[in-house]
């Protein structure tokens, strides 16, 4: 009789082992749905993390801060001059609260940074024509203002001041550098040298053939006119 009811009580003791396990089994399996539902959140903040920094970094990189701000107020600006007119000629620049003239090639001026935006406006044909450009150390602004700085073009003071003695290579070289503007200048200078003799240079008639022949004739235009003007002295 005792061995025939211990079948039963196995039978429920194996019952309530299985039903034991089966709880144990389901709070692993909550456990790790929530560790996965927590590791998503964590990925979800992470990203969001990211692009918030993202935005900031932008919004930082296209606001100018106000350390920056201040700096542009009290910033000077170098501006320089890139042409040679002929005394009593000058490049007069005329601004809403300031007027002055540059007066030979290379002079520099500096602006302070309000009147620097209204000359990077008003004249802007002129920093295009290489009239006038900024100086090196104002590389950002170069970029900034879509203007040109004077270590970018060609003709340069050494030139201007050493033009009659440059060598027919040279002189040839130079000219198939510079801008329409700057062979205009080169032109107008070396009729005027030919005719003062300032330097022995200015006589090689192969140069002045030269220089007439690239400029499509203006060199004999220019020296007609000086001529012409001369005998009316």
Not at 48 to 68: G, Y
Not at 148 to 174: M, P, R, W
Not at 222 to 228: H, K, M, P, R
């Amino acid at each position: 009789m005792t061995v025939k009811k211990a079948k039963p009580e196995l039978e429920k003791v194996e019952s309530e082992q299985l039903t034991v396990q089966d709880k144990s089994t389901n709070q692993q399996s909550e456990i790790d749905i929530l560790r996965e539902q927590n590791k998503a959140l964590q990925e979800q903040m992470a990203e969001q993390m990211k692009m918030m920094a993202s935005l900031m970094s932008q919004q930082s990189n296209n606001q100018p801060s106000q350390n920056t701000a201040h700096n542009e107020v009290n910033r000077m600006v170098k501006v320089v001059h890139l042409s040679n007119p002929s005394a009593p000629l000058t490049t007069p620049i005329e601004l809403s609260n300031r007027k002055f003239d540059f007066r030979f090639f290379g002079e520099e001026k500096f602006l302070r940074f309000d009147e620097f935006q209204e000359l990077a406006s008003k004249y802007k044909r002129w920093f295009e024509l290489n009239i006038l450009a900024l100086g090196s150390e104002e590389s950002d602004l170069v970029e900034r203002f879509d203007l040109i700085c004077a270590d970018d073009v060609a003709l340069t003071s050494y030139h201007i001041k050493n033009l009659g003695n440059l060598t027919f290579e040279e002189l040839e070289d130079l000219y198939k550098k510079v801008s329409d503007n700057h062979r205009l200048l080169i032109t107008r200078m070396w009729a005027y040298g030919y005719y003062d003799l300032k330097e022995d240079g200015y006589k090689d008639r192969r140069k002045v053939d030269m220089l007439n022949d690239f400029s499509g004739g203006a060199m004999e235009n220019i020296l007609a006119e000086i001529d012409e003007a001369r005998k009316r002295k």
